[in-house]
């Protein structure tokens, strides 16, 4: 485990992270999420990917990418996949665990992609091997339905221009959202810094609110949300953002 989340900075902790990862034993096993980070809409930047991956090929450290928003956090799934393919181009061996439940709205197939680059053919066959062997003790032969349907998007050029509009808009309405709640709380005198709703990415938010004004949410305004404060920003919507504004700047007070 290595630090990520500043409640501070409400961001990334990129100094404890990188002298975490820096004091892991050589050749650990590392998680990364690709982008938008679940739960707390705090992803590194460029720069600090760059760092990431430079720190990693010293230590010798084998990368796990969990992708789950590709698309959801810029609206551009090529700029969302900015740390994978950085992590490749760098030399690395990747893990990519790749879900497509969220951005093409299958949820119900759970349908994904795991990926593995391996340094050469003798090791592509071993791990080729193995992965046979866990898929098969897990689920033998998984419903086929959800994956036809990904694949005849992507590699048909005009279904795959259609998604990414799709994503695209899905994503600039999340990014709307977070705006329009940072303005209301601004607007309605708040003395709180507000500009990490806007800061971070993706589908949540990690608000700061805490657990005793989250409480003070469901029971004074009917609404909810996990005792940490995180925000889904995919369930709000233009009608009920001065309505949520209204009740944050009331508990925050």
Known sequence: MYKYYSSKLRG????????????????SVILFHASAHNP?????????WN??????????????FDMAYQGFASGNPDLDAYSVR???EDGHDVMLAQSFAKNFGLYGQRVGAASIVTANPKETSAVKSQ??????AMYSNPPIHGARIVKNILTDPKLKTQWKKEVQEMAHRIILMRRMLRERLEKLGSSHPWDHITG???MFCYSGLSAEQVERLKKEFHIYMTSNGRISMAGLSSKTVDYLAEAIHTVTK
Do not use: W, Y
């Open 12 to 27: 990334v902790d990129f100094d404890g992270m990188t002298s975490d990862i820096t004091a892991a034993p050589e050749g």
């Open 40 to 48: 707390t809409g705090a992803d590194p930047s460029k720069d600090q």
């Open 51 to 64: 760092e990431l991956s430079d720190l990693c090929m010293k230590k010798n450290h084998l990368v796990l």
């Open 86 to 88: 950085k992590f490749a």
């Open 131 to 136: 992965a046979k062997i866990i898929a098969r």
């Open 200 to 202: 971070q990415i993706g």
